[in-house]
Protein backbone atom coordinates (compact mmCIF):
# COMPACT_ATOMS: atom_id res chain seq x y z
CA UNK A 1 0.00 0.00 0.00
CA UNK A 2 2.92 2.38 0.65
CA UNK A 3 4.48 2.01 -2.64
CA UNK A 4 0.98 2.83 -4.39
CA UNK A 5 1.06 6.10 -2.38
CA UNK A 6 4.45 6.50 -3.30
CA UNK A 7 4.06 5.84 -6.99
CA UNK A 8 0.77 8.32 -7.05
CA UNK A 9 3.04 11.13 -5.14
CA UNK A 10 5.66 10.83 -7.62
CA UNK A 11 3.57 10.47 -10.78
CA UNK A 12 1.78 13.91 -9.34
CA UNK A 13 5.53 15.76 -8.59
CA UNK A 14 6.04 14.63 -12.59
CA UNK A 15 3.15 15.66 -13.89
CA UNK A 16 2.93 19.06 -11.35
CA UNK A 17 6.46 19.94 -13.06
CA UNK A 18 5.44 19.34 -16.28
CA UNK A 19 2.77 21.71 -16.06
CA UNK A 20 5.00 24.13 -14.38
CA UNK A 21 7.92 23.90 -17.22
CA UNK A 22 6.21 25.36 -20.24
CA UNK A 23 5.32 21.88 -21.57
CA UNK A 24 1.79 22.69 -22.07
CA UNK A 25 2.02 26.83 -21.52
CA UNK A 26 3.98 27.06 -24.87
CA UNK A 27 2.00 25.49 -27.08
CA UNK A 28 -0.85 26.91 -25.63
CA UNK A 29 0.37 30.35 -25.47
CA UNK A 30 1.62 29.90 -29.43
CA UNK A 31 -2.19 28.86 -30.40
CA UNK A 32 -3.65 31.71 -28.82
CA UNK A 33 -1.14 33.94 -30.75
CA UNK A 34 -2.51 32.60 -33.93
CA UNK A 35 -5.88 33.01 -32.97
CA UNK A 36 -5.64 36.85 -31.89
CA UNK A 37 -3.75 37.30 -35.19
CA UNK A 38 -6.56 35.83 -37.03
CA UNK A 39 -8.68 38.02 -35.12
CA UNK A 40 -7.21 40.94 -36.19
CA UNK A 41 -7.33 39.93 -39.87
CA UNK A 42 -10.59 39.33 -39.73
CA UNK A 43 -11.44 42.71 -38.20
CA UNK A 44 -9.51 44.42 -40.84
CA UNK A 45 -11.49 42.54 -43.66
CA UNK A 46 -14.80 43.66 -41.79
CA UNK A 47 -13.63 47.18 -42.63
CA UNK A 48 -12.28 46.56 -46.00
CA UNK A 49 -16.17 45.44 -47.09
CA UNK A 50 -17.49 48.18 -45.71
CA UNK A 51 -15.38 51.00 -47.82
CA UNK A 52 -16.98 50.20 -51.17
CA UNK A 53 -20.32 51.47 -49.67
CA UNK A 54 -18.87 54.22 -47.97
CA UNK A 55 -17.50 55.31 -51.17
CA UNK A 56 -19.99 54.74 -53.36
CA UNK A 57 -22.25 56.70 -51.10
CA UNK A 58 -20.10 59.46 -50.94
CA UNK A 59 -19.32 59.73 -54.24
CA UNK A 60 -22.88 60.87 -54.78
CA UNK A 61 -22.30 63.81 -52.62
CA UNK A 62 -19.00 64.87 -53.32
CA UNK A 63 -17.88 64.52 -56.88
CA UNK A 64 -15.35 66.87 -56.91
CA UNK A 65 -13.21 65.09 -53.92
CA UNK A 66 -12.57 62.23 -56.68
CA UNK A 67 -8.84 62.06 -55.43
CA UNK A 68 -9.87 61.26 -51.73
CA UNK A 69 -12.04 59.03 -53.06
CA UNK A 70 -9.38 57.11 -55.60
CA UNK A 71 -6.63 57.17 -52.41
CA UNK A 72 -9.39 55.49 -50.12
CA UNK A 73 -9.99 52.27 -53.03
CA UNK A 74 -5.92 52.50 -53.41
CA UNK A 75 -5.84 52.34 -50.44
CA UNK A 76 -8.23 49.45 -49.72
CA UNK A 77 -6.86 47.45 -52.65
CA UNK A 78 -3.38 47.42 -51.31
CA UNK A 79 -4.60 46.30 -47.57
CA UNK A 80 -6.58 43.88 -48.52
CA UNK A 81 -3.76 42.48 -51.33
CA UNK A 82 -1.62 41.27 -48.02
CA UNK A 83 -2.54 38.02 -46.52
CA UNK A 84 -0.32 37.21 -43.86
CA UNK A 85 -0.27 33.55 -42.23
CA UNK A 86 0.19 33.39 -38.52
CA UNK A 87 2.00 30.44 -38.21
CA UNK A 88 4.98 31.73 -40.51
CA UNK A 89 4.80 35.59 -40.17
CA UNK A 90 7.99 37.47 -40.19
CA UNK A 91 8.91 40.84 -39.02
CA UNK A 92 9.30 42.20 -42.29
CA UNK A 93 5.79 40.92 -43.54
CA UNK A 94 4.12 41.87 -40.34
CA UNK A 95 5.55 45.69 -40.66
CA UNK A 96 4.31 45.70 -44.37
CA UNK A 97 0.79 44.55 -43.28
CA UNK A 98 0.96 47.04 -40.43
CA UNK A 99 1.77 49.68 -42.94
CA UNK A 100 -1.11 48.87 -45.80
CA UNK A 101 -3.46 49.32 -42.81
CA UNK A 102 -2.25 52.15 -41.59
CA UNK A 103 -2.26 53.97 -45.31
CA UNK A 104 -6.11 52.66 -45.15
CA UNK A 105 -6.72 54.07 -41.82
CA UNK A 106 -5.32 57.05 -43.59
CA UNK A 107 -7.50 57.59 -46.22
CA UNK A 108 -10.57 56.83 -44.67
CA UNK A 109 -9.59 59.47 -42.17
CA UNK A 110 -9.59 61.79 -44.91
CA UNK A 111 -12.45 60.63 -46.45
CA UNK A 112 -14.63 61.18 -43.10
CA UNK A 113 -13.46 65.06 -43.10
CA UNK A 114 -14.80 65.66 -46.41
CA UNK A 115 -17.98 64.94 -45.07
CA UNK A 116 -17.78 67.75 -43.16
CA UNK A 117 -17.74 70.12 -46.48
CA UNK A 118 -21.16 68.03 -47.14
CA UNK A 119 -23.94 69.16 -44.98
CA UNK A 120 -26.11 67.04 -47.12
CA UNK A 121 -23.91 63.81 -46.69
CA UNK A 122 -23.50 64.14 -43.05
CA UNK A 123 -27.66 64.15 -42.91
CA UNK A 124 -28.15 61.15 -45.10
CA UNK A 125 -29.53 58.12 -43.14
CA UNK A 126 -26.80 55.72 -45.09
CA UNK A 127 -23.66 57.50 -44.63
CA UNK A 128 -24.64 57.68 -40.74
CA UNK A 129 -24.88 54.17 -40.43
CA UNK A 130 -21.78 53.21 -42.49
CA UNK A 131 -19.73 56.03 -40.22
CA UNK A 132 -21.22 54.35 -37.22
CA UNK A 133 -20.29 50.83 -38.72
CA UNK A 134 -16.70 52.22 -39.73
CA UNK A 135 -16.22 53.62 -35.68
CA UNK A 136 -17.70 50.20 -34.33
CA UNK A 137 -15.14 48.41 -36.84
CA UNK A 138 -12.05 50.69 -35.93
CA UNK A 139 -12.65 49.78 -32.46
CA UNK A 140 -12.99 46.20 -33.01
CA UNK A 141 -9.67 46.47 -34.75
CA UNK A 142 -8.17 48.62 -31.51
CA UNK A 143 -9.22 45.50 -29.26
CA UNK A 144 -8.06 42.96 -31.47
CA UNK A 145 -4.57 44.63 -31.88
CA UNK A 146 -4.52 45.23 -28.30
CA UNK A 147 -5.10 41.07 -27.67
CA UNK A 148 -2.64 40.48 -30.33
CA UNK A 149 0.24 42.08 -28.38
CA UNK A 150 -0.88 41.03 -25.13
CA UNK A 151 -1.01 37.33 -26.56
CA UNK A 152 2.33 38.15 -28.21
CA UNK A 153 4.16 38.90 -25.00
CA UNK A 154 3.08 36.15 -23.22
CA UNK A 155 4.26 34.06 -25.41
CA UNK A 156 7.57 35.76 -25.94
CA UNK A 157 7.75 35.66 -22.09
CA UNK A 158 7.30 31.78 -21.81
CA UNK A 159 9.67 31.28 -24.61
CA UNK A 160 12.36 33.54 -22.90
CA UNK A 161 12.13 33.40 -19.43
CA UNK A 162 13.01 31.23 -17.31
CA UNK A 163 11.82 28.64 -16.45
CA UNK A 164 9.89 27.43 -19.50
CA UNK A 165 12.77 29.12 -21.36
CA UNK A 166 14.81 25.60 -20.48
CA UNK A 167 11.58 23.66 -21.90
CA UNK A 168 11.58 25.92 -25.16
CA UNK A 169 15.14 25.14 -25.53
CA UNK A 170 15.34 21.84 -25.01
CA UNK A 171 11.84 20.52 -26.65
CA UNK A 172 9.70 23.17 -28.71
CA UNK A 173 12.62 25.62 -29.66
CA UNK A 174 10.25 28.40 -30.75
CA UNK A 175 12.10 31.70 -31.19
CA UNK A 176 10.12 34.98 -29.74
CA UNK A 177 8.00 36.42 -32.11
CA UNK A 178 7.75 40.29 -33.71
CA UNK A 179 6.09 42.43 -31.97
CA UNK A 180 2.72 43.72 -33.81
CA UNK A 181 3.88 48.03 -34.05
CA UNK A 182 1.31 50.92 -34.16
CA UNK A 183 2.79 53.07 -36.41
CA UNK A 184 2.04 56.74 -36.01
CA UNK A 185 2.34 59.27 -38.74
CA UNK A 186 3.71 62.80 -38.25
CA UNK A 187 0.19 63.83 -39.31
CA UNK A 188 -1.35 61.84 -36.22
CA UNK A 189 0.64 63.11 -34.10
CA UNK A 190 -0.58 66.93 -34.29
CA UNK A 191 -3.56 68.08 -32.43
CA UNK A 192 -6.64 68.56 -34.77
CA UNK A 193 -7.38 72.04 -35.37
CA UNK A 194 -10.19 73.49 -33.62
CA UNK A 195 -12.45 76.28 -36.06
CA UNK A 196 -15.48 78.16 -35.25
Do not use: W
Not at 20 to 34: E, F, H, L
Not at 61 to 87: C, F, G, H, W
Not at 131 to 150: D, F, H, K, P, S
Request: hydrophobic content about 40%; proline content about 5%; overall charge positive.
Amino acid sequence: MKRFGLLIALVGVVLTSAVGCGIQSIPMAKNDVDATLAEVTNQYKRRADLIPNLVETVKGYAKQENSTLVAVTEARAKATSMNIDPSKVTPDQLQKFSEAQGQLSQALGRLLAVSENYPDLKSNQNFRDLQAQLEGTENRITVARNRYIESIKVFNNLVTVFPTSLTNSFHFKFQPMPQFGAEVTEEEKKAPPVKF
